[in-house]
């Protein structure tokens, strides 16, 4: 999610209308609403409008590894039926003493240990004191995903995830860098395992929430901490509201108004 600060700089975001949320509330009901140019933005479950890219964007590698406001552990992304996972990546904690805060840090001088006696400048490895933050966080999604698929089939896009983690992990532990190559690996890093926390949640249990049963046809309970998706497509809507997912509706001008005249 965009801090309070990002969406304060962003005026044209800011919500121009909340509604209290109705008990049969749908895809078409909106407790919020911004425009922007030729778009018109809606949420049927969260009270705010963060900012989020909607067209073409240049990606950009920024000094910290990550890609700034086009990274998808920062800001909502367009909703893919390949990857529904992302819409589940964890807002940023709001103190940054919060144990997962290490996955949004980035390494600093101070955790670089320069390789003495070589003829090399700027090469070392990460501190042993950085990395105590990472490896019990690195264990425990490792082992939660590891008894989940003693009971499952296995899910192949959580496998390669886990294996991307892994990869990176040692690396992180073994591995000489310059330092901003160690910069980089690490937001490498924590992407991958912010997005296997992502994709443990989806197939443990928002995949099956996303599913009507009969007993409860309603919105699901909304996961606050998600960073949420947008789309253009209703049905999307009417899966991620269904599932709890906090998820922003786009249209055109001209398409909200066509649909407010037929309601």
Request: hydrophobic share 45%; net charge neutral.
């Amino acid at each position: 999610m965009v801090s309070a600060a990002i969406r304060a700089r962003s005026p044209t975001l800011a919500c121009l209308l909340t509604v209290r949320a109705a008990a049969g509330i749908s895809w078409l009901d909106g407790k919020c609403l911004a425009v922007v140019g030729d778009f018109v933005i809606t949420s049927p479950n969260v009270d705010f409008v963060p900012w989020f890219e909607l067209g073409i964007c240049r990606v950009q590698a920024m000094a910290d590894g990550r890609f700034g406001l086009a990274d998808f552990t920062n800001t909502p992304q367009r909703f893919s039926d390949q990857f529904p996972h992302s819409a589940l990546i964890p807002e940023p904690p709001r103190r940054m003493t919060s144990s997962q805060s290490v996955f949004w840090r980035t390494p600093g001088r101070e955790d670089f240990m320069e390789l003495p006696g070589t003829a090399f400048l700027d090469v070392g490895n990460l501190s042993a004191a950085f990395l105590r933050e990472v490896i019990p966080l690195f264990r425990e999604l490792r082992d939660d995903v590891e008894e989940w698929e003693k009971t499952h089939p296995r899910d192949w896009q959580l496998a390669s995830i886990l294996t991307n983690v892994t990869q990176a992990f040692g690396r992180l532990q073994y591995a000489t860098y310059y330092f901003q190559d160690l910069v980089n690996d690490f937001a490498y890093f924590s992407r991958h395992m912010l997005d296997l926390n992502a994709r443990l949640a989806f197939v443990k249990k928002y995949n099956f929430r996303s599913v009507v049963d009969g007993s409860s046809d309603g919105p699901g309970n909304l996961a606050h901490w998600a960073i949420g998706a947008w789309t253009a497509e209703p049905a999307h809507v009417q899966w991620l509201l269904r599932a709890g997912i906090p998820v922003w509706y786009v249209r055109t001008k001209r398409d909200f108004a066509a649909s407010m005249s037929t309601r």
